[in-house]
């Protein structure tokens, strides 16, 4: 399992789309068809694909240079010129606030730490700057010396308006100067949409029923660093449950699937487009799905529970009589696979290191700081035990036990 961990970050970052993310598809392809009794198959998803050649940010005045990273998917610029204006943590009060001063300025607010109750996600703040009327939006990582910030857009080829991750360091030179005047930015983004596609790597072990417990990771992920807590962590834990119990599914009630998905990254296109075009009988023999995104990097683990009050308490239970602690967060926090899970009513889990914990090495996440010496061995055989715990109860459960994990809060 470090192997694998270890392999997946030698790739580098695997963006969706680049020869990084396609040579990991074919790793885990490779791993996935030494799984004992494993029927393997790449399905592929046809997804709004965009490519970046340049983007720079300048400071008008004076033709300084900031480092930055376009968000996925951001719409282009050719060379726009505006005030920056600096909304802070840019929660829906600093743009209430604010309102009359937004319109045709750049918007700069600062990135929270995502994995955490109550943060206020990228896609948000800048969804709020464009109905707002900005002409622009910068999002910055608070951490000094950790460079821009990486993220979706959430565009898709829609409508959109250009977006930049920076480093705090950036955010302060363009702060407000004391007399109150408002600096002047300079965005130029050379991007263009375009179809794309990728790969879902499955591998189904059969049981003896025809339904299915799902066991999901997301490949893919931002251009810089290694993306190795996201996710790295994940498919290298998932790869290893696979090889571990795939020798004892078959005496089970039901089978064991492993997807690997890519697109994660750009608003879980991937994921949603997999199962969307799936038929309504395929999708309810997916009985539970356990999703592992970013399981190393930090001490405990956490299940994000989606809304589903018996899954949650399933779950306390089954991690109590095995001895393993484990905490939940109920309410449904959309920002891996599992939610598009359970916008079809499949009860669906994510596991996760660092919740509520902002000091932990997953502030790091979607920066070029997100590499293989952020993430220890114990902490992928800890997310292992839980999971393969979890994961064990789900295939040899009663079916009325798991059916009756559905019910979800209003």
């Not at 008008?60 to 802070?88: H, N, Q, R, Y």
């Not at 004391?178 to 130029?188: F, Q």
């Not at 939610?339 to 079809?344: C, D, E, I, L, S």
């Not at 292992?384 to 109860?393: D, N, P, S």
Request: aromatic residues 4%.
């Amino acid at each position: 399992m470090w192997a694998d961990f270890q392999a997946l970050c030698d790739l580098g970052g695997r963006l969706a789309g680049s020869a990084s993310e396609a040579a990991a598809l074919d790793f885990v392809r490779q791993r996935l068809r030494a799984v004992p009794g494993a029927t393997v198959r790449a399905e592929p998803v046809e997804y709004p694909g965009w490519g970046c050649r340049t983007a720079q940010l300048t400071h008008a005045a004076t033709g300084v240079s900031f480092p930055c990273t376009p968000l996925l998917g951001t719409t282009s610029a050719k060379g726009i010129v505006a005030e920056v204006i600096d909304l802070g943590l840019g929660r829906h009060e600093d743009f209430e606030r604010h309102a009359d001063m937004i319109r045709g300025r750049i918007v700069m607010v600062r990135h929270e730490y995502p994995f955490a109750a109550g943060h206020l996600h990228r896609r948000v703040k800048l969804g709020l700057a464009q109905q707002a009327g900005a002409a622009g939006f910068l999002i910055a990582h608070p951490e000094p010396g950790v460079g821009p910030v990486s993220g979706s857009s959430g565009r898709n080829g829609g409508a959109g308006i250009p977006a930049l991750g920076i480093g705090v360091e950036t955010a302060e030179a363009l702060r407000r100067s004391p007399d109150c005047t408002l600096p002047s930015a300079r965005m130029v983004i050379d991007a263009d949409d375009h179809p794309a596609q990728t790969r879902m790597s499955i591998a189904d072990v059969p049981g003896n029923g025809p339904n299915w417990v799902v066991v999901s990771a997301h490949i893919d992920g931002h251009p810089h660093g290694e993306s190795a807590i996201d996710n790295a962590t994940g498919v290298a834990v998932a790869l290893g449950l696979a090889r571990l119990l795939a020798p004892r599914v078959a005496q089970c009630p039901r089978g064991l699937r492993i997807c690997l998905f890519s697109a994660e990254e750009w608003g879980l296109v991937g994921s949603r487009i997999w199962l969307e075009r799936m038929n309504e009988a395929a999708r309810r023999s997916m009985v539970i799905n356990i999703n592992l995104d970013s399981v190393g990097g930090a001490a405990g683990l956490t299940a994000l529970t989606s809304g589903f009050e018996r899954l949650d308490a399933w779950v306390k239970d089954t991690a109590s009589r095995a001895d393993l602690p484990i905490t939940t967060h109920l309410p449904l926090m959309a920002n891996s696979d599992h939610a598009n899970f359970a916008a079809h009513g499949i009860p669906a889990l994510r596991l996760i290191t660092g919740f509520n914990a902002p000091d932990s090495n997953l502030r790091l996440l979607l920066t070029a700081a997100d590499t293989r010496d952020k993430v220890r061995p114990e902490e992928l055989d800890h997310a292992l035990r839980v999971a393969g715990a979890l994961t064990w109860q789900a295939l040899t459960a009663w079916d009325e036990t798991l059916s009756g994990l559905a019910v979800r809060r209003d």
